[in-house]
């Protein structure tokens, strides 16, 4: 069985911290995608990472995918209050065109003014 | 707007009752999903349709019962629920065929069972 371990689960930090979320396991994935989950809302992708030691920008925050494609990590820098929410990573397995994903359990994000 | 649309927004049934979730996705997509969401807890991969067939059901109850007529409509039929069914059911849809596709969620069915 394919697992996703997330780690922090939960982090409140003040506006203008750095802070790193991790997304681990044991299996290797063919591609890692991470979304962004508002209260009322469902997940919205945010990015995927696809090459082994891939890393993608998204303006303040940094995707890296680890060299073996098991672990990836999301870096927020500066943290402003609208990048409070729930931030899901999601592991595709296989070829990566069957559809199916595997969700780590989330880290809830506070970022205080 | 995510282009996958799912009503209702919120339910309260008691156990008893039958009702239905629906959900509709506007973006030619051929393959369909539902998850439910509990606090605490990944994700959970209920259902899933390619091209309108069930590919997957993971291991869920039979008073859960997921219909699909065609590419763009989704169903998720209730019956007898019980208190521990109360959580956000999430659908979403993606494309086959191409590799790392992303899904593309609705923003759920908050469900509440008394």
């Known amino acids: 069985t394919q697992l996703l371990e997330q780690s922090p689960q939960f982090l409140s930090i003040q506006e203008g911290e750095n802070l790193t979320v991790y997304c681990n396991s044991s299996?290797?994935?063919?591609?890692l995608q991470w979304y962004r989950q508002e209260p009322g809302e469902g997940p919205v992708l945010l990015v995927t990472v696809v090459t082994g030691g891939e890393v993608k920008k998204l303006k303040r925050l940094t995707f890296q995918f680890g060299d073996a494609r098991k672990d990836s990590s999301l870096h927020i820098t500066a943290a402003q209050p609208g990048d409070t929410g729930l931030y899901l990573c999601?592991?595709?397995?296989?070829?990566?065109?069957?559809?199916?994903?595997?969700f780590g359990q989330g880290t809830t994000l506070q970022v205080k003014p | 707007e995510t282009g996958v649309t799912q009503t209702p927004r919120h339910l309260v049934m008691g156990m008893t009752n039958k009702k239905s979730l629906k959900c509709e996705q506007h973006?030619?997509?051929?393959?369909m999903y539902w998850y439910k969401q509990s606090a605490k807890k990944p994700l959970e991969l209920m259902f899933v349709y390619n091209f309108k067939e069930q590919t997957e059901n993971n291991s869920v109850p039979s008073r859960f019962s997921p219909e699909c007529p065609n590419s763009s409509h989704l169903f998720l039929h209730l019956h007898t629920l019980q208190p521990e069914d109360s959580a956000l059911y999430l659908c979403a849809s993606s494309r086959l065929g191409q590799v790392n596709q992303p899904q593309h969620f609705g923003d759920g069915t908050r469900l509440s069972i008394l």
């Open positions: 973006l030619g997509h051929n393959a």
């Open positions: 299996s290797v994935f063919s591609s």
């Open positions: 999601a592991g595709a397995g296989g070829s990566g065109n069957t559809g199916k994903l595997i």
